[in-house]
Structure formats: structure tokens, C-alpha cells
């Protein structure tokens, strides 16, 4: 019993020299454990008299309760040093601006909006979205439309034109999305009101032309149509897309072989600085093509023109996307360009609204 105090300073000591809460815990197990030193000295106290019991008793457990309360107090500076350590090691600046969730950082391409936006003002007009298949036969594409033989737009050069099949007809890439007009002539009966967006193809590529470029057509049948409706209806179309108060038009004759009359249009527009405003101005800029639809289109669609007449317009969305967001290259809409679309990109939850604005 005479080591009892070198026993009890050799424990408190390993004590203060445990570097962390396992070592400190091996050295717990040697003093206190069921082998331990200081249990081993409590075990001896059966042998001894009963004085003797109750004088070293009462040493080995005061001994005990030093090496207990040295322990307790050991590793609660272990804890906070752990704690410490680990904040140290990772610590987040509150400073630094919030990540964008995953579905934040997605953007929707300018054409896919503008898609968006034009068919929610057509919608608003009452107007149902047609669509049709790309691959179109020559019927639909070209001679339902009034066509004739030998037009320029029949040739190999201007269109794309698959291998001819055994009884000599050939399939084609649509160059308009007008065949879509014809199917539904075909399919549904007047009064018609539909808008036809879609993918378009002519062989043709430069800054203001690519191979495969996207449209949308109009078109309303009825008894009593008529060109003051078009204008009506066109006058909303570009007052609610660009978002402006007021915008005037001008009507010039053209031709088209689907329309008689056939009118290209004008919007006015103020150009300054590489930007152009419209609603504003005294220039002018050519959007889109329009007229009475023809006679012999109404014929070859099972529609009698002594009945029904009607209008049908066309524009390139493609066209009308690059001067609402001041896009300078056409071939940039094509390019997958991440920069280049976080730049012009909307956010997927942006849906266009007339109420909420377009483009907001």
C-alpha cells in the first residue's frame, strides 16, 4: 500500500498525456478496469482485518475518485478540442452568395420561348395549335398549295429531296409548315382557326439563313373572314410579342402561289445604336408574309370557295426570336454554346403569361 501515491500520480499523469479520447480510454481500462491497477488494490482488501480495511480502504477509493474525476475532466477538454478542430477544418463563409438550386441553373433556348410566347397569344385569340409530320409528300408540300410544275422550290436545289420510291414519287423535308394547313383542311371542317409552329428545312446557309430554321403559319377559314380580321389579328400578334402600347403596320402587294391577294407586312421601328425599337420611329422592317388564301388551295382541300374564304400568314420564329432579344447571328441559335445560352436563356419556371408578361 506504501505505492499507493506514486500508483495514483503515474495514473493521473498518463491521464494529462492522453492525446485524445481513445488513449484516454485505454488508460481508464488500466487503472479502473476489471484488470486495472487501482482494481487490482481494491481486491486485495478481503485479505485484511477489519481496521485495516476501513484505513486503506478509504485511501485506494479516494485514489479512485481523483483518477475518476481526472478522466471526466480530461476528456471534456478532448471534446471541445475535437469540436474545435473539426470547425476549424470546416468552416463555410455565410458571406459568399447562395448556390442556385440544380433546377435553377437549367435554361430554356430563346427559340423554345418564343415558341412559348406565340402560342400563348394565338391561344388567347381562340386559336387551337395544328401540327404535322416533318417528312411531307410532294402533294402537300407543293401542289395542294397551288404550286405550278417547274416552280423554283420544286427544284433539287432548293429543297431536300429523298430517293424516289419504285413509282417515281418523291418524299421531301418540308419547306413551310403549310402542308400542316392542308391536313387540316383536309381533316377538319370551317370554321378553322389554327396556328401551325414547326421545324422547316431549304438548302440554304449563311448569317441569315441555315438549313433547318422554324415557322409558324395561321390560318382561319370561315363564311364571312376577311383582310380587316387579318390585319386585326396580326396588329395584336405584334403588339403583345414585342410588349409595346401601340405599333403601326404597312400592307405592300406581293405574291405568294397559296394567297391571292398575297401582302408582305411592315412594323414600324426606330433603329439606333445597333438596336432596334419598335412601336417608335420612322423606319420600317419587313416581319412576315400574308393573304386571302386561294381559291384553287380551298378547291384542291375540299372546301367550295363560293362558300368559305379565308387568310393565312406566315412568319420565321427564328427571325422574330433575334430581334425581340438582339441575337446579331442566326447560327449562334444553333450552335450549343452553354455561354452563349446562359446568356440568352430563360429559367425553365419563366412561363410566358399576357397577364404576367411575356418574357418577364
Known amino acids: 500500500m506504501s505505492d499507493l501515491a506514486a500508483l495514483e500520480k503515474s495514473v493521473l499523469d498518463d491521464i494529462a498525456a492522453a492525446g485524445d479520447e481513445a488513449a484516454l480510454e485505454a488508460v481508464r481500462v488500466a487503472a479502473l478496469g476489471k484488470k486495472g491497477s487501482i482494481s487490482a488494490l481494491l481486491a486485495t482488501l478481503g485479505k485484511m482485518s477489519p481496521d485495516e480495511r476501513k484505513t486503506e480502504g478509504a485511501k485506494i477509493n479516494l485514489a479512485k475518485d481523483k483518477v475518476t474525476q481526472a478522466l471526466t475532466a480530461r476528456r471534456d477538454v478532448l471534446k471541445s478540442a475535437a469540436l474545435d478542430a473539426r470547425?476549424?477544418?470546416?468552416?463555410?463563409?455565410?458571406?459568399?452568395?447562395?448556390?442556385?438550386?440544380?433546377?435553377?441553373?437549367?435554361?430554356?433556348?430563346?427559340?423554345?420561348?418564343?415558341?412559348?410566347?406565340?402560342?400563348?397569344?394565338?391561344?388567347?385569340?381562340?386559336?387551337?395549335?395544328?401540327?404535322?409530320?416533318?417528312?411531307?409528300?410532294?402533294?402537300?408540300?407543293?401542289?395542294?398549295?397551288?404550286?405550278?410544275?417547274?416552280?423554283?422550290?420544286?427544284?433539287?436545289?432548293?429543297?431536300?429531296?429523298?430517293?424516289?420510291?419504285?413509282?417515281?414519287?418523291?418524299?421531301?423535308?418540308?419547306?413551310?409548315?403549310?402542308?400542316?394547313?392542308?391536313?387540316?383542311?383536309?381533316?377538319?371542317?370551317?370554321?378553322?382557326?389554327?396556328?401551325?409552329?414547326?421545324?422547316?428545312?431549304?438548302?440554304?446557309?449563311?448569317?441569315?439563313?441555315?438549313?433547318?430554321?422554324?415557322?409558324?403559319?395561321?390560318?382561319?377559314?370561315?363564311?364571312?373572314?376577311?383582310?380587316?380580321?387579318?390585319?386585326?389579328?396580326?396588329?395584336?400578334?405584334?403588339?403583345?410579342?414585342?410588349?409595346?402600347?401601340?405599333?403601326?403596320?404597312?400592307?405592300?402587294?406581293?405574291?405568294?402561289?397559296?394567297?391571292?391577294?398575297?401582302?408582305?407586312?411592315?412594323?414600324?421601328?426606330?433603329?439606333?445604336?445597333?438596336?432596334?425599337?419598335?412601336?417608335?420611329g420612322e423606319d420600317w422592317l419587313e416581319i412576315l408574309g400574308c393573304g386571302m388564301v386561294h381559291p384553287n388551295v380551298l378547291r384542291a382541300c375540299d372546301i367550295d370557295p363560293d362558300v368559305y374564304q379565308g387568310f393565312a400568314w406566315g412568319m420565321g420564329l427564328d427571325r422574330i426570336a433575334m430581334l425581340k432579344y438582339g441575337i446579331a447571328d442566326l447560327r449562334q441559335l444553333f450552335e450549343n454554346d452553354v455561354r452563349w445560352l446562359n446568356h440568352y436563356g430563360f429559367k425553365p419556371l419563366d412561363v410566358p403569361t399576357l397577364a404576367g408578361g411575356l418574357s418577364t
Not at 401542289?143 to 429543297?159: S, V, W, Y
Not at 429523298?162 to 377538319?188: A, C
Request: hydrophobic fraction near 35%; glycine fraction near 6%.
Open 87 to 280: 470547425l476549424a477544418s470546416e468552416t463555410i463563409d455565410v458571406t459568399l452568395p447562395l448556390r442556385e438550386a440544380p433546377a435553377e441553373q437549367g435554361r430554356i433556348h430563346p427559340l423554345s420561348q418564343v415558341f412559348e410566347e406565340v402560342n400563348t397569344i394565338f391561344a388567347d385569340m381562340g386559336f387551337a395549335i395544328a401540327e404535322g409530320p416533318d417528312i411531307e409528300t410532294d402533294d402537300y408540300n407543293f401542289t395542294k398549295l397551288n404550286f405550278p410544275e417547274g416552280h423554283p422550290a420544286r427544284e433539287m436545289h432548293d429543297t431536300f429531296f429523298f430517293n424516289p420510291k419504285e413509282d417515281g414519287s418523291r418524299m421531301l423535308l418540308r419547306t413551310h409548315t403549310s402542308p400542316v394547313q392542308v391536313r387540316t383542311m383536309l381533316s377538319q371542317k370551317p370554321p378553322i382557326r389554327v396556328v401551325c409552329p414547326g421545324r422547316t428545312y431549304r438548302i440554304d446557309s449563311d448569317a441569315t439563313h441555315t438549313p433547318q430554321f422554324h415557322q409558324v403559319e395561321g390560318l382561319v377559314i370561315d363564311k364571312g373572314s376577311h383582310l380587316g380580321h387579318l390585319k386585326w389579328i396580326l396588329h395584336e400578334f405584334c403588339k403583345a410579342f414585342f410588349e409595346v402600347d401601340h405599333i403601326n403596320m404597312r400592307f405592300r402587294p406581293s405574291f405568294f402561289p397559296f394567297t391571292e391577294p398575297s401582302l408582305e407586312v411592315d412594323i414600324q421601328c426606330r433603329r439606333d445604336k445597333g438596336e432596334i425599337r419598335f412601336g417608335e
